[in-house]
Nanobody, 124 residues
Framework: QVQLVESGGGLAQTGGSLRLSCVASGFTFSDSAMGWFREAPGEEREYVAGISWGGASTYYTDSVKGRFTISRDNAKNTVYLQMNSLKPEDTAVYYC?????????????????WGQGTQVTVSS
């Protein structure tokens, strides 16, 4: 049974930091590209960051470049999203996702497995 379980969300102040974690099971994590997406109220789910299976390649959407860092630990089947300098516009439900596509897939339909999401709220 495939599972992706996110944790680490919560309430932060503007300028603060949070670290999201996503633990995977039920599939070969080390063979999968991983991504973080977010969905704000009334908005479409958007791609935030991605990391290739070995961690050598990463991608960030423009609005989080220089503030967020994605990383992975294949020994622990875990992907992380370190979020610094948080802004109110970062408020959203954050989802991790796994893809069997080689490289750095960026579209929702390229991801095969999804977590249940974790809420991040940034107060001004």
């Amino acid at each position: 049974q495939v599972q992706l379980v996110e944790s680490g969300g919560g309430l932060a102040q503007t300028g603060g930091s949070l670290r999201l974690s996503c633990v995977a099971s039920g599939f070969t994590f080390s063979d999968s590209a991983m991504g973080w997406f977010r969905e704000a109220p009334g908005e479409e789910r958007e791609y935030v960051a991605g990391i290739s299976w070995g961690g050598a390649s990463t991608y960030y959407t423009d609005s989080v470049k220089g503030r967020f860092t994605i990383s992975r630990d294949n020994a622990k089947n875990t992907v992380y999203l370190q979020m610094n300098s948080l802004k109110p516009e970062d408020t959203a439900v954050y989802y991790c996702a796994a893809s069997e596509i080689f490289g750095l897939p960026r579209f929702l339909n390229e991801y095969d497995h999804w977590g249940q999401g974790t809420q991040v709220t940034v107060s001004s």
